[in-house]
Structures are given as structure tokens and as C-alpha cells.
């Protein structure tokens, strides 16, 4: 899956580093553990070590903790090339190359916009996590600034997410469209073991969850934290029960239905029926 996944990108980062980009979106779905952050490092770090002319890009993630993953995939890179040190300097969140004066700057959603960028690349990373707001809105910035220049390259890396989400939305929209390339893979990444991914799934919240991270598949935000098994057609009734004796009357509050995985509020009141 790499491979392909690079095969498809690969000429674009060429292209933009010996000074012909002609831009490009790319939809790069993988399931977790699948060297989402690592590959991006590689992809990023060609043209801004190679570029002969100064270029820009930026590395987007969708909250600082991420940004900081993502750093540390580049560092990793680096220092498993020591070479690159010659000529790239790696500061908190970016990096430079000191001899053409390429850089890359790694920002997050909660920490600024992208609006009046330049740039000739850019990476939406792990998409699928960013948040209803801030994420969208980000990526609006991120998606836009893109178009400015014809020959900017685009790239978003992402898990499986959530249905009824703006990210799904997008995901259907790019699937549809002509100018985007769409690879995905849904399957636990070769290096796994079976052993771990049982594991996993026997410690995981739920089954939706699992499928999500470890096979790739879209799921219903509703239910998310409970097996499906628990959710039959209807839970409801026909008859309201007339011979309650109430037991519990409770408001579960909510955080927003833009939380991750989303939330809702619920008015719940439990009791027993006399009659059952």
C-alpha cells in the first residue's frame, strides 16, 4: 500500500522539487499504525532538502498534539539520515534549509490560520480527528490558500472517520471528484500481528471503534461507545407504561454534537412498570 501510495505522489514531489509543480490533490486513507505521520515526513522532507529554488510548505495537524507527532516523524527522519543535518535546521515547529531557504512550518488548528499563506505545498494530517469548528474552518483556510497557487500540491492523510461529520461530507465530495487521487487501505498494516489486533479489539470501547481504526470503515457517531449489539432496530415501545414506579430522573449533559466523536444531550428518566 505504500508503494502505491507513492507512486501516486512521487512524481509530484519531484516535479515540485526541480521547479515544475503542477499541483495535485491527494486523499491517502489508512488504517491505524499504517506510517501515516512517517510517510508524510518522507514525502515532505524530499523537496525541501532537494528544491534548487526557495519553496514553502506547511504540515497541518488538527490540534498541537498532533502537530507535535508529526514533528517528531520528521526529526526521526533526520536523524536516521544524518546527512540532512548538513543543510536542514530543525527548530520547535519548523524546519529550514539554511542553503536555499526552503522552509516548513508545522501549525495546528488551535494555533492560528493559514489565511494570506503562499505556498507550493501543503498536508492535511489525520483529518478525520479535527474538530467541527476550529478543524473546518482550518481546513476551509488550508483549502483555499491551495487554490491561490496553481501549482501548490495538496495532500490529506487520515483513519476512517465518522459518518454525518463535515470530514465525511468532504470525503464524499473529494471520492466524486475528478481532480482528486483516492487510496485507500482497510486493513490492520502488515507489521501487526494477529495476536495485537485481537488484543486490541478485547480492550477497545467498542466494535465501531475497532472497524474505524484497524479496517478503515466510516461509522454512525450514534452508539460509538456502546457494541452495536446493544442497539436493536427499535428500543422503543408502542404503549407508554401507565403503572410506573419512577426510580431515577437525570440529565446527561452534553459537551456539543461537534465533540469528538460527538455528543448529545438526554433527558432520562428509569423505572419500573408494576405490570411486568
Not at 514531489?13 to 508524510?40: C, M, N, P
Not at 481504526?213 to 407504561?241: C, H, K, M, N, R
Not at 459537551?255 to 428509569?270: E, H, Q, S, T
Amino acid at each position: 500500500f505504500q508503494q502505491r501510495d507513492f507512486q501516486a505522489m512521487d512524481p509530484a514531489f519531484l516535479d515540485l522539487a526541480a521547479g515544475k509543480g503542477k499541483g495535485g490533490r491527494y486523499w491517502i486513507e489508512r488504517t491505524r499504525g499504517a506510517s501515516k505521520s512517517t510517510d508524510v515526513a518522507i514525502q515532505v522532507l524530499w523537496p525541501l532538502a532537494f528544491s534548487e529554488r526557495a519553496i514553502c510548505g506547511v504540515a497541518a495537524a488538527g490540534d498541537q498534539d498532533q502537530a507535535g507527532v508529526l514533528r517528531d516523524r520528521i526529526v526521526d527522519v533526520i536523524r536516521a539520515n544524518d546527512w540532512l543535518r548538513g543543510f536542514l535546521d530543525v527548530k520547535q515547529y519548523q524546519i529550514v534549509n539554511r542553503v536555499t531557504g526552503s522552509k516548513l512550518d508545522i501549525i495546528s488548528s488551535d494555533a492560528g490560520t493559514s489565511y494570506g499563506l503562499l505556498l507550493d505545498f501543503i498536508v492535511a494530517d489525520e483529518i478525520a480527528n479535527w474538530s467541527a469548528r476550529n478543524g473546518r474552518d482550518f481546513w476551509n483556510s488550508l483549502s483555499t490558500t491551495a487554490v491561490k497557487k496553481r501549482s501548490c500540491l495538496l495532500i490529506v492523510t487520515t483513519n476512517a472517520g465518522w459518518h454525518d461529520t463535515w470530514q465525511a461530507r468532504l470525503r464524499d465530495k473529494v471520492k466524486a471528484s475528478a481532480h482528486w487521487h483516492v487510496s485507500t487501505y482497510c486493513q490492520p498494516a502488515p507489521w501487526h500481528s494477529a495476536k495485537d489486533i485481537e488484543d486490541s479489539k478485547n480492550t477497545i470501547s467498542s466494535d465501531k471503534e475497532f472497524r474505524r481504526l484497524w479496517y478503515g470503515q466510516w461509522v454512525t457517531i450514534e452508539g460509538a461507545e456502546w457494541p452495536e449489539s446493544y442497539f436493536p432496530d427499535s428500543i422503543w415501545f408502542s404503549d407508554f407504561p401507565n403503572n410506573l414506579i419512577l426510580k431515577v430522573v437525570t440529565l446527561d449533559p452534553t459537551v456539543g454534537k461537534g465533540a469528538r466523536p460527538g455528543d448529545y444531550a438526554a433527558f432520562i428518566k428509569l423505572g419500573v412498570d408494576r405490570d411486568c
